[in-house]
């Protein structure tokens, strides 16, 4: 190599991280604390789940003798995940353990015996948004007898700033300031579907499939809750606006 040309690539510029838009408030949370008082299994711990956000969602299980059945599903989604295990025994993952989730890939609680009160698993699960395309998943269930599918409920889960992102599917509004979860959602909605007779019965086996644990995950009452928040936030906006013009009347 000559002198010149070693003295051209020793002088450019070091790639770079350009600094923070303002966009997003950088912040932090601790996965332990957040879980203790998390309402649902696949929380995001961050309020970001907009085009291109990356969305850690946290996820804590424990056996219980009483009422230990999670059951199982499958998850579609066209972004990727990325699940890490910070601490779990009596488990199928181990402490520390990280992998790429595929495309579609069954859930559960992951406990060898989810009866077992020492069996536990605390994860998140992390995907990354889309930046400009449509964005789609999935819940799926199949037979427990012979794996036939009984149900797929797919469904568009476009974030809000990308082309198509449809709110009012769920419920919501481009207004509202705690936007939901779009997977959060389709699972409420896969879970409601299983509760069908009809739906639960194989049409290949004849078998019919136990209802869907959903009040174990807890996905219901965080889009409730949710809701209740964006309008708890409005009325004390619609209150402050009518006690400012009361007193400008006087």
Same mark, same amino acid.
């Given at each position: ?6 003295a ?51 996820a804590?299980f ?5 009422? !230990?059945?999670?059951? =199982?599903? &499958? ?34 609680? &992951? ?24 964005? +789609? ?12 599918? *009984? *149900? +797929? &409920?797919?469904?568009d ?23 939901? &979860?779009?997977?959060?959602? !389709? ?27 959903? =009040? ?6 965080w889009?409730?809750?949710? +809701?209740?928040?964006? +309008?708890?936030?409005?009325? *004390? ?5 009518? *006690? ?7």
């Amino acid at each position: 190599m000559s002198t010149t040309s070693s003295a051209a690539a020793g002088s450019a510029a070091p790639p770079r991280i350009p600094p923070p838009t303002g966009r997003r408030e950088p912040l932090k949370a601790n996965v332990f604390e957040r879980m203790a008082g998390a309402s649902c299994e696949l929380q995001a711990l961050f309020p970001y789940h907009d085009a291109g956000a990356i969305v850690p969602c946290g996820a804590i299980f424990t056996g219980d003798p009483d009422d !230990g059945e999670f059951g =199982h599903f &499958f998850h579609w989604n066209t972004v990727e995940e990325l699940t890490v295990v910070f601490g779990a025994s009596g488990a199928m993952l181990q402490t520390g353990q990280i992998f790429a989730n595929q495309a579609l890939h069954g859930v559960n609680s &992951f406990l060898r015996d989810p009866k077992d009160p020492d069996s536990y698993a605390v994860m998140t699960i992390t995907q990354r948004q889309s930046d400009e395309d449509k964005q +789609r998943e999935a819940i799926i269930f199949r037979c427990q007898k012979c794996h036939e599918q *009984l *149900l +797929r &409920f797919e469904y568009d889960s476009t974030p809000q700033g990308v082309e198509g992102h449809k709110p009012e599917q769920w419920g919501g509004s481009h207004d509202d300031e705690y936007p939901v &979860f779009s997977t959060i959602w !389709g699972s409420v909605e896969a879970a409601a579907q299983m509760d069908d007779d009809a739906v639960r019965t194989c049409s290949k086996c004849g078998y019919v499939n136990d209802t869907f644990p959903e =009040h174990k995950w807890g996905w219901s009452r965080w889009v409730e809750q949710t +809701r209740t928040a964006n +309008r708890s936030k409005e009325a *004390l906006r619609t209150a402050i606006r009518a *006690l400012g013009e009361k007193k400008a009347v006087r």
